[in-house]
């Protein structure tokens, strides 16, 4: 391999065509200079420079050095400039959220890229085991979770309260175990989970999920109240999913006497030091999930 040191010195001195010029410009000795050219002919064992008293011209081995050499010197300084690069708004930032939240957070962080088009948002719906195993594998800079992290590898930070809610038609006003058995139940991947939780506080007749009938089930985040805004049964999500839905004036968001909420969780992989724009994100995901919670189920 070519030593960037002696391949520096050649160029600066094919470029400025003078020996004591280039000792100067190099902080060097003139013997300094001679000494490592001759090191770098000896290394690549060919001539670069044909000695004409004080002057001297390239040879053809010294001019294609020259040209590829001074590429090679440029990119060495750009990956360094890269390499030390720290900015808040500058490069990428990879984030993670479960669904309902990240039907929140993304908008949110495209605004930000809009004011800062240089910082560039990537960001997955990922389940709570997904986000922890590519934080771990260091596949995302972020993410948040609605349970903390069980990983050495990871840190996880409880941030914010996430209102758990019971959504029905616009048609329905008053809520009592006759409306929802009435009703049935609209499913998705957390529901069983969100609707013990939630039902359990508020119902004393409640045992389990399995006293409704199942009207529908969806697995898409954005359509779970589809079928709910249709009349076809009630659902249990997060406030996010359910504020985030595209009909708002065909649901009811009902306030029940005893919330419920679910802990969220920012999390980023714990021996990382983070980025000044990882870090920036990461405020700006605390300060939006905190303002969020003060919002009230109550339609």
């Known amino acids: 391999m070519i030593n960037p040191v002696w391949l520096k010195t050649f160029c600066t001195l094919?470029?400025?065509?003078?020996?004591?010029?280039?000792?100067?410009?190099l902080f060097m000795t003139q013997s300094g200079v001679s000494q490592q050219i001759k090191k770098l002919e000896e290394q690549l064992?060919?001539?670069?420079?044909?000695?004409?008293?004080?002057?001297?011209?390239?040879?053809?081995?010294g001019m294609r050095l020259h040209?590829?050499?001074?590429?090679?010197?440029?990119?060495?300084?750009?990956?360094?400039?890269?390499v030390k690069q720290d900015e808040p708004f500058v490069g990428?930032?990879?984030?993670?959220?479960?669904g309902s939240v990240g039907l929140t957070v993304y908008p949110f962080l495209l605004d930000i890229q809009a004011q800062h088009p240089a910082l560039h948002i990537s960001h997955a719906f990922s389940?709570?085991?997904?986000?922890?195993?590519?934080?771990?594998?260091?596949?995302?800079?972020?993410?948040?979770?609605?349970?903390?992290?069980?990983?050495?590898?990871?840190?996880?930070?409880?941030?914010?309260q996430e209102a758990l809610v019971?959504?029905?038609?616009?048609?329905?006003?008053?809520?009592?175990?006759?409306?929802?058995?009435?009703?049935?139940?609209?499913?998705?991947?957390?529901?069983?989970?969100?609707?013990?939780?939630?039902?359990?506080?508020?119902f004393s007749q409640f045992e389990h999920p399995s006293q409704f009938q199942e009207k529908g089930f969806s697995n898409q985040i954005s359509l779970i109240l589809e079928p709910v805004s249709r009349g076809f049964g009630f659902?249990?999500?997060?406030?996010?999913?359910?504020?985030?839905?595209?009909?708002?004036?065909?649901?009811?968001?009902?306030?029940?006497?005893?919330p419920v909420n679910e802990t969220l969780y920012l999390c980023r992989h714990?021996?990382?030091?983070?980025?000044?724009?990882?870090?920036?994100?990461?405020?700006?995901?605390?300060?939006?999930?905190?303002?969020?919670q003060q919002i009230k189920p109550d339609v």
């Open 270 to 292: 714990t021996h990382v030091v983070q980025s000044k724009r990882a870090r920036f994100i990461a405020q700006q995901i605390k300060l939006l999930l905190k303002d969020k």
């Open 67 to 82: 040209a590829d050499g001074l590429k090679l010197l440029q990119a060495a300084v750009l990956l360094e400039q890269n």
């Open 45 to 61: 064992a060919t001539a670069l420079l044909i000695r004409e008293g004080k002057s001297f011209t390239l040879t053809d081995a």
């Open 166 to 202: 019971l959504v029905t038609s616009n048609e329905t006003e008053t809520l009592t175990w006759q409306t929802l058995q009435r009703l049935g139940y609209i499913g998705h991947p957390d529901g069983h989970q969100h609707c013990q939780a939630l039902l359990q506080a508020n």
């Open 235 to 258: 659902s249990v999500l997060p406030l996010y999913a359910a504020r985030a839905f595209h009909a708002q004036e065909r649901i009811r968001i009902h306030s029940l006497t005893a």
């Open 127 to 160: 389940p709570n085991k997904s986000i922890e195993r590519d934080i771990e594998l260091r596949l995302f800079d972020l993410g948040v979770m609605t349970q903390p992290s069980t990983s050495a590898d990871v840190i996880t930070e409880a941030i914010a």
């Open 92 to 98: 990428q930032v990879r984030v993670a959220t479960p």
């Open 14 to 25: 094919a470029d400025l065509g003078h020996f004591t010029k280039t000792a100067e410009a």
